[in-house]
């Protein structure tokens, strides 16, 4: 595997089901992005981890739950959504989170919240 | 933040040069442009960014107005491929942070 690698591809869930999103980045970066695609809206940058640790939370509810258990590996713990989470969750990294870098995209999630 | 506009769509015929426009009337003094294209079913990929000069690389162009307050994005030939939506995104450095905001982009369509 190369590159950012996310799964599942496709989730759906109802609101009362607790399911995780997988990130995983082959590149040896040391930052790592949550980031939401609503139809007809701009990417939303929801969280920021750089080496492990988080530094950017925009206001984002607390049933989206990030983990980074290293700097390969990113999760977005769900619970309790709502219909109007339904999106494409992108995750990205890039080789520091300061000064310029350029972002790597994975593929996505597209999550459907019943 | 610092905000770009950008069209909704445009269009282009195949093997034709592309220009896509940008403007970021409050771009500040250290942002820097980038551009990044999504293709249908895909993250978005990085193509280009500059600061105050003209920028080429193996993917496109971009040409950045004397006073920084709008862009260019050039595609020479357009393809099939290049049938993307393309985000032009200034990098917020005032607070210290380094976010890209997102506008919604230009959805480009290549005709055959």
């Known amino acids: 595997e190369t590159g950012v690698t996310q799964t599942p591809r496709h989730l759906v869930m109802g609101m009362t089901n607790k399911k995780s999103l997988k990130c995983e980045q082959h590149l040896g970066h040391n930052a790592m992005y949550w980031y939401k695609q609503s139809a007809k809206k701009p990417l939303e940058l929801m969280f920021v981890?750089?080496?492990?640790?988080?530094?950017e939370n925009n206001s984002v509810p607390s049933r989206f739950s990030p983990e980074c258990p290293n700097s390969s590996h990113l999760f977005l713990h769900l619970h309790t959504l709502q219909p109007e989470d339904s999106a494409l969750y992108l995750c990205?990294?890039?080789?520091?989170?300061?000064?310029?870098?350029?972002?790597?995209f994975g593929p996505g999630t597209r999550l459907t919240v019943l | 933040d610092a905000k770009t506009t950008q069209p909704n769509s445009m269009e282009s015929n195949e093997e034709e040069p592309v220009h896509l426009p940008c403007n970021h009337s409050?771009?500040?003094?250290?942002?820097?442009i980038h551009w990044y294209r999504q293709l249908p079913s895909q993250g978005p990929e990085y193509v280009i960014h500059?600061?105050?000069s003209n920028v080429n690389n193996r993917m496109a162009s971009l040409a950045i107005a004397e006073d920084r307050k709008s862009s260019t994005l050039i595609l020479h030939r357009a393809t099939l491929r290049d049938a993307a939506v393309y985000y032009c995104i200034l990098r917020d450095a005032t607070s210290g942070t380094y976010k890209y905001i997102f506008g919604t982009g230009t959805r480009l369509k290549v005709l055959a």
């Open positions: 500059g600061l105050t």
């Open positions: 981890y750089s080496l492990e640790e988080r530094v």
């Open positions: 990205a990294s890039s080789q520091e989170w300061t000064g310029y870098n350029e972002q790597f």
């Open positions: 409050t771009i500040s003094g250290t942002d820097y």
